[in-house]
């Protein structure tokens, strides 16, 4: 079956810092992939996605890139800000409408 | 912007109850999901609708029940509460076909104690 790998948090960082979140992947065929953010309180909103390989998703300085000979698609940022405090999950669909999550991954910015 | 609203943010109930979660959504969705979140587990699904009176087991249907009366609004009930069963657990909709269908909105969640 389809299954997500997130690095296991919580990952700090100072503002201004670089961001990578790891994130591999196991599907049959074609799945497309996401990048969800759950900020405190709230439920999750769509990050990113990207739905065929090579595609590069990229929303609020974040980006993905869709790598199928690795099987990764890897959560990065030039700059984190202490707002993008928050916790972030990995996710395929790989037909139908049911998406698969990783574990997820807290992010904490610090000043 | 679409809007996925829970009945309640919180709720403490006993052992045994019934519970009742309620879900609205206001953009014409056809799919409906209830997923419960835990520590180091993620989202795991329990049940999704892709219609009216449609319901399919996810994941972890075990202890739960659900209910699709009308296109809005998506209902988990648990029988008879236990212990296992206090979560938060968060309620999420999307279109019904093509690429919209896999972008999932989601509710702010219900975080259910039960004791």
């Known amino acids: 079956g389809n299954s997500v790998t997130q690095m296991e948090g919580p990952v700090t960082l100072s503002e201004e810092a670089f961001l990578t979140i790891n994130c591999t992947y196991t599907?049959?065929?074609?799945?497309?992939l996401f990048w969800y953010v759950q900020y405190p309180g709230e439920g999750l909103q769509l990050l990113l996605k990207?739905?065929?390989?090579?595609d590069k998703g990229s929303n609020k300085g974040f980006e993905a890139t869709y790598r199928k000979e690795t099987t990764s698609f890897h959560l990065e940022k030039g700059s984190v800000q202490v707002s993008d405090s928050a916790v972030y999950f990995c996710?395929?669909?790989?037909?139908?409408?049911?998406?698969?999550f990783g574990t997820g991954t807290q992010l904490k910015v610090e000043l | 912007d679409v809007k996925v609203t829970q009945s309640s943010r919180y709720l403490v109930k006993r052992t045994g109850e019934k519970v009742f979660l309620e879900c609205v959504q206001d953009?014409?969705?056809?799919?409906m999901f209830w997923y419960r979140q835990d520590p180091g587990l993620g989202l795991r699904l329990i049940y999704f609708?892709?219609?009216?009176?449609m319901k399919e087991k996810g994941d972890i249907p075990e202890g739960y029940s659900v209910s699709r009366e009308k296109k809005e609004r998506f209902s988990l009930i648990l029988e008879s509460a236990s212990t296992n069963q206090t979560s938060m657990y968060l309620c999420?909709?999307?279109?019904?076909w093509g690429q919209g269908a896999y972008e999932q909105y989601f509710g702010p969640g219900t975080r259910l104690t039960v004791t």
């Open positions: 599907a049959t065929g074609y799945p497309s």
């Open positions: 990207a739905t065929k390989a090579d």
């Open positions: 953009m014409d969705h056809e799919n």
């Open positions: 996710a395929l669909t790989g037909g139908g409408n049911k998406l698969t």
């Open positions: 999420a909709s999307s279109l019904g």
């Open positions: 609708s892709y219609d009216v009176k």
